[in-house]
């Protein structure tokens, strides 16, 4: 693995040296938010919505944001100009910066850019679809990308134990959500069924929604355990799952068992989309 340059703090040093103190609020306190995007060749994808989405998440949790969204895009593309930015990931973490109380902000947050290699799921979740588990947790905060994601890595780490790729937030009245680092649609007929609210506004779930609306009747309602039995569809929309079909969520077989063709039909957009929309790393400044 390439030792990649970071941002961190003002400065671009190597992420073998990359550090925070340790009375950071983001380590001691878990305060603070992040994006995860990832470049197609060179090509940030969604960069913008990502950015936009990182200021409502400290909008909400009171965590002041001193760039503003065209600063942080600079930075972030500065940041990839200092690498080989080919098919990466790019992390974006802002937390409450140094507290010399570990507790309360002192107005200075951290900001760092991290990048790292695109892992992509194997093929066979594609042609022969996903499983997921659910889990009687909830996301803390749902609107809110937060560094907390003690829910999500307990869940995921049930799901990897049973060989799931993913694990379902299911509330004690039936009602699910989403997943620990992915959106979850349904297909009924030619309804397109997904969660309206409390659930994060995922980026390629906002671009899949774009690309359903003149195909489907979109519908963002409560979604219940049991239709899950009554989908003739269900996928799952994330950064680098992109558009990912299941066909099973616990002892329940979704449809016919296998990845069906709407599933099919929107992924194949979402990459024409992706090609044409794509602009490539600009040149140095």
């Known amino acids: 693995m390439p030792d990649y340059t970071y941002y961190v703090n003002g400065e671009f040093v190597p992420a073998s040296q990359a550090a925070v103190g340790l009375n950071d609020l983001g380590l001691v306190r878990g305060y603070g ?140 009245d039936g009602q699910i959500t989403e997943c620990t680092t992915c959106n979850l649609f349904m297909f009924k007929g030619d309804q397109l069924i997904t969660a309206g609210a409390g659930v994060l506004d995922g980026i390629t779930r906002a671009t899949v929604l774009e690309l359903a609306e003149d195909l489907y009747d979109v519908v963002q309602r409560p979604v219940y355990y049991s239709e899950i039995a009554e989908a003739d569809e269900v996928f799952i929309t994330s950064t680098t799952k992109e558009v990912m079909p299941v066909v099973r969520v616990d002892e329940i077989g979704v449809g016919a068992g296998r990845p069906g063709p709407k599933t099919q039909r929107l992924r194949e957009l979402f990459h024409a989309f992706v090609r044409s929309t794509s602009v490539p790393l600009p040149p140095a400044r």
């Open 33 to 172: 938010i992040f994006e995860v995007l990832r470049t197609y060749g060179t090509a940030p994808f969604g960069l913008r919505p990502h950015l936009l989405r990182l200021e409502r998440s400290a909008a909400q949790i009171d965590l002041p944001l001193p760039w503003t969204v065209e600063e942080l895009e600079r930075i972030v593309y500065a940041t990839m100009e200092r690498n080989d930015a080919t098919d990466v990931t790019i992390r974006i973490v802002v937390t409450g910066g140094a507290s010399s109380s570990f507790l309360m902000p002192e107005g200075a947050p951290t900001l760092l850019v991290m990048l790292a290699p695109v892992r992509l799921p194997a093929d066979h979740y594609y042609s022969d679809g996903a499983t997921l588990i659910s889990v009687d947790f909830e996301r803390f905060m749902p609107t809110v990308k937060s560094l907390n994601y003690i829910p999500a890595i307990m869940g995921l780490q049930r799901a990897r134990k049973e060989g799931a790729i993913e694990a379902l937030y299911r509330a004690p």
